[in-house]
């Protein structure tokens, strides 16, 4: 029973590392996307600043192409975030499932040893009880 035991911890444990893992990934890839969202701000303002000022139209479409593909790469971290959230939460889940079954399994083991004690004191019991009946049968003798 031990050995099962000391393999769902183990099992356990490595799920923790498995799920730390994964929210640093989410955390990068939130990271990457607060980066882009911050690009896209800065170039937004510089070409609202340049347009005060006169800007010609092929860098108004450099601007405007850049903060386009920027827009995409925007979208496309959201799908990585959802992604990475998708895993976080996949391990999560085997994370609680494992902990319930070394939970159930510590409960059994528990149990097992309230037995096993019980048992004991029983057995106990029971040779006093001999050791008893040996002495009064000895002394009527």
Avoid: P
């Avoid at 799920?19 to 640093?24: D, I, P």
Wanted: aromatic share 6%; proline share 0%.
């Amino acid at each position: 029973m031990q050995t099962l035991l000391n393999l769902k911890i183990q099992i356990e444990n490595g799920l923790k590392n498995d799920l730390g893992r994964a929210v640093q990934e989410l955390e990068r890839q939130k990271d990457i996307l607060n980066r882009l969202n911050k690009e896209m701000d800065e170039y937004v303002h510089s070409v609202n600043s340049k347009s005060w000022e006169g800007i010609s139209v092929g860098e108004l479409r450099e601007y405007n192409t850049y903060i386009s593909y920027l827009s995409n790469r925007v979208k496309l971290q959201k799908e990585n975030i959802k992604k990475a959230q998708l895993v976080v939460d996949k391990y999560r889940d085997k994370l609680i499932k494992a902990m319930q079954e070394r939970k159930v399994l510590e409960k059994l083991r528990e149990k097992k040893f309230e037995e096993y004690l019980k048992d004991q004191v029983k057995e106990e019991q029971k040779l006093n009880d001999e050791i008893v009946s040996f002495n009064i049968s000895n002394s009527e003798e």
